[in-house]
């Protein structure tokens, strides 16, 4: 498989194009405003139509400002191309929708490039909770001001702590809350400019209940905890975990502490290499059924 990457980011380049190297995957990049100075690039682009026009890539991988992701993947749709979109995906429902439809009609895939539960951790809570009812989650994602993201900070480009970390909380919903979404609490703060910078949210589902802190401007933590009848387990470095770390999942079980200690392995891999295969089987469904899910989920709290 070939891979043609629109956007240069500090993402593309500390966390993709290495994976891509070490596995040796043909790729392409395609940047308007930055010099791609990478000596394995197979083919580079200043222009982001050029790309498209004229890649024999099999994959699109956008890494772009949130404002552009939905612009490009439906360019890229359009292309036939298979897509795969940096977090978050669409910036709302109607262009989750759109693109999802687009991509059946394509027979393509597209996902939404989140893949923090591919990680082994999430195998280990999994075996853990596999005989709990879960009552509660306790998500806090919060992180000291972005100032080197600044796509982060600017309202125009999609940017706010709503639109960077909430697609982690409809995933973990998604996945692990299951039952019907009753109701909504928020509470959101914004500054002078308009910009969403932190955000407390309580969901009540029907069969259990999830808390959320998400933040700019404080201290990091990136932390789930797990809580059940007889159980609570908690994930620290829970959406962004390191490869090849020594970390643990600490819980505690009928009032006493448990430890379970692991390395981490390469989450972005486990994700990608599944993508080829699904896309060699065509197996787009969990793709597109997740985007709708969280979008949906999304949607929800966008309302007021």
């Known amino acids: 498989m070939k891979i043609l990457i629109l956007g240069y ?15 040796k995957i043909n790729y392409s990049i395609a940047s308007k405003s930055q010099l791609i100075t990478d000596k394995f690039c197979k083919l580079k682009y200043k222009s982001y139509n050029e790309a498209l026009n004229n890649s024999k890539a099999d994959i ?3 890494s ?14 359009e292309k036939n191309y298979h897509v795969i979109v940096d977090k978050p995906i669409t910036l709302d429902l109607k262009q989750a929708n759109h693109l999802v439809n687009l991509a ?10 989140i893949f923090f539960n591919y990680n082994i951790q999430y195998k280990i809570l999994n075996n853990l909770i596999s005989n709990q009812n879960i009552d509660h989650i306790n998500i806090n994602f919060v992180y000291p001001y972005p100032y080197k993201r600044k796509m982060l900070l600017s309202k125009k480009k999609g ?23 009753l109701k909504i609490c928020k509470v959101i703060k914004k500054n002078s400019r308009d910009l969403t910078t932190k955000c407390n949210l309580l969901f009540q589902f029907k069969n259990c209940t999830m ?19 007889n159980m609570n387990i908690k994930i620290n470095r829970a959406f962004s975990v390191p490869a090849k770390t020594n970390m643990n999942i600490k819980y505690y079980h009928l009032n006493s502490k448990y430890e379970k200690k692991f390395v981490t392995d390469n989450s972005f891999k486990n994700f990608f290499f599944e993508v080829l295969q699904n896309i060699k089987n065509n197996n ?6 997740s985007i709708l899910a969280d979008a949906q989920f999304k949607n929800k709290i966008f309302k007021k």
């Open 9 to 23: 980011s500090n993402l593309v380049k500390t966390k993709i194009l290495p994976f891509f190297k070490r596995y």
């Open 60 to 62: 699109v991988y956008i």
């Open 64 to 77: 772009l400002a949130n404002i552009n992701h939905f612009d490009w993947a439906k360019k890229a749709l």
């Open 104 to 113: 059946k009609k394509k027979g393509k895939l597209i996902s939404e490039s």
């Open 159 to 181: 940017g706010g702590i709503i639109f960077d970390t909430l697609p982690y909380v409809a995933a973990i919903a998604r996945i692990y809350c299951k039952t019907k979404l």
């Open 211 to 229: 808390s959320c802190y998400l933040s700019f401007g404080i201290e990091y933590n990136n932390q789930v905890t797990f809580f059940s009848k």
């Open 284 to 289: 787009f469904n969990i793709y597109h059924s």
